[in-house]
């Protein structure tokens, strides 16, 4: 099994709620992110899924540094990042870079895209001196599929997934060693996500990267994670394999998931079991107590009111149902269609 180059500890993101103009005072806080450990070992990709407002980004964020946590540790090849500053940090940042959801807004408008890609290289010089830059930022272009020649062109100049290539060529530019991937694909047409997954694909194999994929769509995640993490309103939920989580689920929420992941073949669809979520998605300033799903779950007992479920291996399930699930009654069932 490959070591882990990023290791997250009971990670905890709480942004506080206060009262008052002048003397401001906390009544409570938004539990965004709420002791969440998973680990990302070398070459793969660990897909996240969850609702929206589940704390994904926000992971994505205090990974990056971009938002300190309240507590837990992230660590990057053995080494604690959570709580680095200046030259530490800048340093750490070189090897983890991000790509952002949005491939328009995420670009500077006013900035060509020659000096979009080429920004990294004024902080950290000695990746590419002076002199070497042009050339640096055409090779990137040529990389990612897009004409050298259009160093000189401004973002809304391209289409959506040209703008998403840029971003991702602004995020290799360092020789980073993990990359982020926020939603980089939920803005873009059907043929374009095919076409950006597939230059994902390619450039891991390429330069052995590692990624943390977040994504809506379970489609996507499957196609292209060796690892999927799945979470509810700031907790990992489940954990496992691609197979483990699509063929044996068995946590009640990422059961539902995989119930509404469309089905091409009219057959199945008449086949598969859908499974309907009642009420909505608590606030994660006041979760429910216990269990975070209990008040969504047709599986719900008064134990799961009164006792946090630990991500753990249930006991009694074995083979590929034995994986890693926050459920006191989890088990498999079988979700018809997901194939």
Request: hydrophobic fraction near 40%; charged fraction near 25%; charge should be negative.
């Amino acid at each position: 099994m490959a070591e882990p180059i990023l290791a997250v500890e009971d990670l905890v993101k709480h942004y506080p709620l206060t009262q008052g103009i002048v003397f401001k005072r906390q009544v409570g806080a938004v539990k965004a992110v709420d002791g969440v450990s998973f680990e990302l070992r070398r070459g793969e990709t660990l897909g996240i899924v969850g609702e929206s407002g589940c704390g994904k980004s926000t992971l994505a964020k205090v990974l990056m540094n971009l938002e300190r946590a309240t507590s837990g540790r992230v660590l990057f090849k053995g080494e604690e990042i959570t709580r680095l500053s200046g030259a530490g940090l800048k340093a750490v940042r070189r090897n983890i870079q991000m790509v952002f959801q949005d491939p328009y807004t995420s670009l500077n408008p006013r900035m060509t895209v020659g000096d979009i890609i080429g920004e990294p290289f004024e902080i950290h010089p000695e990746v590419a001196p002076k002199g070497d830059r042009r050339k640096a930022v055409q090779d990137l272009l040529d990389v990612v599929g897009l004409n050298p020649e259009y160093i000189n062109r401004y973002p809304h100049q391209f289409s959506g997934g040209q703008r998403q290539r840029i971003g991702i060529a602004r995020g290799l530019a360092l020789k980073p060693e993990v990359i982020i991937c926020d939603e980089p694909v939920s803005a873009l047409d059907v043929s374009v996500q095919a076409q950006v997954i597939n230059l994902l694909e390619q450039l891991q194999s390429e330069f052995e990267l590692s990624y943390m994929f977040i994504a809506h769509d379970l489609s996507i995640v499957r196609h292209i994670s060796d690892r999927v993490g799945v979470m509810y309103l700031g907790k990992m939920v489940e954990i496992g394999t691609e197979d483990e989580i699509y063929s044996h689920p068995t946590h009640p929420y990422t059961q539902a998931l995989l119930s509404a992941v469309p089905v091409p073949d009219p057959t199945g669809r008449e086949q598969r079991e859908r499974i309907l979520l009642s009420g909505d998605l608590p606030s994660p300033a006041n979760p429910p107590s216990g269990c975070r799903f209990r008040t969504r779950c047709w599986k719900a007992q008064e134990r799961c009111s009164t006792e946090v479920p630990l991500l753990a291996v249930p006991s009694g399930l074995s083979g590929p149902a034995a994986h890693e699930s926050a459920c006191h009654f989890a088990e498999v069932r079988d979700v018809i269609g997901t194939a």
